[in-house]
């Protein structure tokens, strides 16, 4: 039997019913300035803001970013995803990422969530915090955080 290798060239379609191809990838958007964040209500995390225009209505929007934050005496903060001025995903807890035990940590904290927006229209997402008991939290100390949107086809 023959070993038979082929290029992602040689792919010219999805089987029918198969979705999930990748159409495009949304400008990569990283923060450098350093902000300070007290309070328990959702706020606005700075420069952490990317539109994208999907080619079709019944596209996905694959969200990821990374949050660079600086944590102290096991104080955390909570994240919500928005999508114009309307939340698509939030963590359950203002202390969803909690440095138990810990003095003070300096970590990136993973993010991804996958939203149906259901237009044509340039779509804008952004990246919102909310801190635990409304307690100080550093975010963008040292290492930058970033977002970035994937288009995929349905």
Known sequence: MALIKLGANAITALPAGVGGKLLQVSNFVQTSSAQNISSSSYTDLTAMSVAITPTASNS????SASINARTVDQLGFGMQFVRGSTSVYATLAT????TSGITEIY???PFSYIDSPNTTSETTYKIQVRTHNGNEV???AGINSNIYLMEIGA
Do not use: D, E, G, R
């Not at 202390?95 to 909690?98: D, H």
């Open 107 to 109: 970590s990136a904290y």
């Open 95 to 98: 202390y969803s990422i909690y």
């Open 138 to 140: 550093n975010f963008n």
């Open 60 to 63: 996905k929007i694959l969200i």
